[in-house]
C-alpha cells in the first residue's frame, strides 16, 4: 500500500516569501504529525493532529509557522515570512491514532526547505 | 526533563564487525521505545517498537533490546547496506508527541 507522501521534495525560496508543504499521510491513520530536521539535529517536533484537530501546537517555532489539515486526510505546513534559520528538512508522519496508548509513526521523505 | 540520548554519535565497523547501539532515556512510565533507520536524503524507516523491559525483537542482523533505562540495537555480521543513521525514539507520557535522539551514524566498511 501508499505510504505518506510529501510534496515538493525539495524547495528553494528566497528570504520574506511565503511556502506551503503538503503531506498525504496513509490511508486510515487518523493521526498526523510534523517534524523538522536540522543538520545534525534530532526530529524536532512541530504540530501533531487528530483528524483535523491539532489538540498540540507547542512545537511550532514562531507565528510565522501554521498548519491545518483537511478532512481528516492532507495537511499542509505554512512558513511566511521565511528566514534563513528555517531550512531545514520538514518530515510529516502519521498513525493510527485514536487515543491509543502506543502508536507506530510511519514517516514521509521529507521536503528539503532552503531559504536564501 | 525527558530526554533521549544516544552513542556513540558515529561509528565505523569492518563487515562482519559486530556491534552495539544504545540509546539512554529518561522518561517516567514508558509507554514505547521505537528504533528507526534513516538513510541520507529520506524520511526514518521504522524498525521495531518495544515497550517493557527485557523485551527483544528481531529483524535481519539486528535485535533490539530493552531495560528500564536503555535501549541496544545489536548488530550481528553488518554489511555495507546496513550504513545509515539509527534513531531512537520515546512517546513522551500524557502527549502523542515522540522524543527523539539525534542519531548514531553507522558505516560499514566492505
Known amino acids: 500500500g501508499a505510504g505518506v507522501s510529501q510534496s515538493p521534495s525539495n524547495k528553494v525560496t528566497e528570504k520574506g516569501k511565503d511556502v506551503e508543504l503538503r503531506c498525504d499521510p496513509i490511508?486510515?491513520?487518523?493521526?498526523l504529525y510534523w517534524y523538522r530536521q536540522s543538520l545534525g539535529q534530532g526530529l524536532e517536533f512541530l504540530i501533531y493532529?487528530?483528524?483535523?484537530?491539532?489538540?498540540?501546537k507547542s512545537g511550532l517555532p514562531s507565528d510565522r509557522f501554521s498548519a491545518e489539515r483537511t478532512g481528516g486526510s492532507v495537511s499542509t505546513l505554512t512558513i511566511q515570512r521565511t528566514q534563513q534559520e528555517d531550512s531545514a528538512v520538514y518530515l510529516c508522519?502519521?498513525?493510527?491514532?485514536?487515543?491509543?496508548?502506543?502508536?507506530?509513526?510511519?514517516f514521509g521523505p521529507g521536503t528539503r526547505l532552503t531559504v536564501l | 526533563e525527558d530526554q533521549v540520548t544516544q552513542s556513540p554519535e558515529a561509528l565505523r565497523l569492518q563487515e562482519g564487525e559486530s556491534s552495539s547501539l544504545n540509546c539512554s532515556y529518561t522518561?517516567?512510565?514508558?509507554?514505547?521505545l521505537f528504533w528507526y533507520r534513516q538513510d541520507p536524503g529520506k524520511g526514518p524507516e521504522f524498525l521495531f517498537t518495544?515497550?517493557?523491559a527485557g523485551e527483544e525483537k528481531e529483524k535481519e542482523r539486528l535485535k533490539a533490546t530493552l531495560t528500564k533505562k536503555e535501549s541496544f540495537l545489536h548488530i550481528t555480521a553488518p554489511k555495507p547496506e546496513d550504513s545509515a543513521t539509527y534513531l531512537c525514539?520515546?512517546?513522551?507520557?500524557?502527549?502523542?508527541?515522540?522524543?527523539f535522539g539525534t542519531g548514531t551514524r553507522l558505516k560499514v566498511l566492505a
Open positions: 508522519a502519521s498513525s493510527l491514532g485514536g487515543g491509543r496508548g502506543t502508536d507506530t509513526q510511519y
Open positions: 490511508s486510515g491513520h487518523t493521526a
Open positions: 493532529f487528530q483528524g483535523n484537530s491539532a489538540p498540540d
Open positions: 522518561v517516567s512510565g514508558l509507554r514505547g
Open positions: 518495544l515497550y517493557s
Open positions: 525514539a520515546v512517546q513522551d507520557p500524557g502527549t502523542y508527541k515522540y522524543i
